[in-house]
C-alpha cells in the first residue's frame, strides 16, 4: 500500500466526524461490541467509529510492513515491467481507436491516406542507376583504404 494512500486514511481519521453538529448523542457514533465473559453475561463494550477507523488502519500499516520485508527487488522490477508494458499497450490501443476515425473513408479529402505526401513509383532504370552508384562509391572507397595501406607499408 502506499503511502499517500496511507496518509489520505490518517487525515480522514483525524479530521472530526460530526463536524457542525456537535449537539448530536455520541450513540450515533458508537457501535456496540459484545464480550464474553467468565460466566454465561455478556457484557456490552462501546467502541467508537474513530476507534473502528485506527483498528483498521493500523493493520493496514502491519499489512504494508509484512509486504515490503517479504518482497525483494527483483519483484518490485518485474511489477515495474509489468506496469509499463500493460501501459504502452493501453496507449497503443488508445492511438489505434484515434486513428481508425481517419482511416475509416479512404476516399475523401480528411482520410490519412490523402494527407500524406505522394510516394516515389519505384522505376527500374532509377534503381539500376542508385545500385551502379553505390558500387562505384564502394569501390572508391576501397581503392582508397588500399592506397593508405601501401603507403604505411612503404613507410
Given amino acids: 500500500m502506499s503511502s499517500k494512500l496511507v496518509k489520505k486514511l490518517l ?3 483525524t479530521t472530526p466526524l460530526v463536524s457542525s453538529n456537535e449537539d448530536v448523542d455520541d450513540d450515533s457514533n458508537q457501535r456496540y461490541r459484545k ?3 467468565t460466566g454465561n453475561s455478556t457484557q456490552k463494550v462501546v467502541i467508537s467509529k474513530e476507534d473502528i477507523v485506527q483498528e483498521h488502519i493500523d493493520s493496514i500499516l502491519r499489512l504494508d ?3 515490503q520485508s517479504y518482497t525483494s527487488s527483483t519483484a518490485k ?3 515495474d ?3 509499463t508494458s500493460i501501459k504502452q499497450q493501453s ?3 488508445r492511438n489505434l481507436i484515434k486513428n481508425r476515425e481517419k482511416i475509416s473513408n479512404s476516399r475523401s479529402s480528411s482520410s490519412s491516406f490523402s494527407q500524406k505526401p505522394q510516394e516515389e513509383r519505384y522505376d527500374k532504370k532509377r534503381d539500376k542507376r542508385r545500385r551502379e552508384e553505390k558500387s562505384m562509391t564502394d569501390l572508391a572507397k576501397a581503392m582508397k583504404k588500399m592506397k593508405k595501406r601501401k603507403k604505411k607499408d612503404a613507410i
Wanted: hydrophobic letters at 30%.
Fill in 11 to 13: 487525515l480522514q481519521a
Fill in 91 to 93: 496507449k497503443e490501443r
Fill in 35 to 37: 464480550k464474553k465473559s
Fill in 77 to 79: 522490477r518485474s511489477f
Fill in 81 to 83: 515491467r509489468k506496469a
Fill in 65 to 67: 510492513n509484512l509486504t
